[in-house]
């Protein structure tokens, strides 16, 4: 098993590579690896929808030690990253960061979320800042919402445009 500063850095260059030969080909990648989400997250959906969620990104945030607020309401599950672990060892690295390296969590976990009927909105922030805000809704009103606020607005499969 790799530990998580190898598999981090080797993420960050297989997307650099991945980059070089052209975004469709990086996000050709991410929607191979949303095929297995959906094995991991999908039964979390299936069983409590936003609560399985919640139940999913709160073992994410204690396996992956995130500095992260997990949000719950009604129509909407949020997450505040406030300190993302995976992005700060890309920064603090002598490889060099994949600018498109937080794009994967969007890349990955959108189409599983759309899958099962929810409208994720992702604000990166800044794409070489560890921080981030993601917001999954019920209601696609709802998400537009949540994307208008957003300062840097992440949506690979433009399901918001």
């Excluded at 095929?35 to 999908?42: C, E, F, H, R, S």
């Excluded at 990104?57 to 719950?72: G, K, V």
């Excluded at 505040?80 to 969590?105: Q, R, V, W």
Aim: glycine share 6%; aromatic share 14%.
């Amino acid at each position: 098993m790799l530990c998580s500063d190898h598999f981090v850095r080797m993420y960050n260059e297989l997307f650099k590579m991945l980059a070089e030969r052209g975004t469709g080909d990086l996000q050709h990648y991410w929607k191979e690896i949303a095929a297995l989400q959906m094995t991991i997250l999908g039964p979390y959906i299936e069983a409590d929808g936003l609560l399985g969620m919640f139940h999913y990104w709160d073992h994410i945030r204690i396996e992956e030690n995130c500095d992260m607020e997990l949000f719950l309401e009604e129509d909407w599950f949020g997450i505040d990253m406030h300190g993302c672990p995976s992005l700060a060892k890309n920064l603090d690295n002598d490889a060099g960061l994949c600018i498109h390296y937080c794009e994967h969590c969007a890349g990955w976990i959108n189409p599983v979320l759309r899958s099962y009927g929810y409208w994720p909105v992702y604000d990166m922030i800044s794409p070489t800042e560890p921080r981030c805000k993601v917001r999954i809704c019920k209601d696609k009103a709802k998400a537009f919402e949540f994307a208008a606020e957003a300062r840097y607005l992440w949506d690979p499969y433009n399901d918001l445009k």
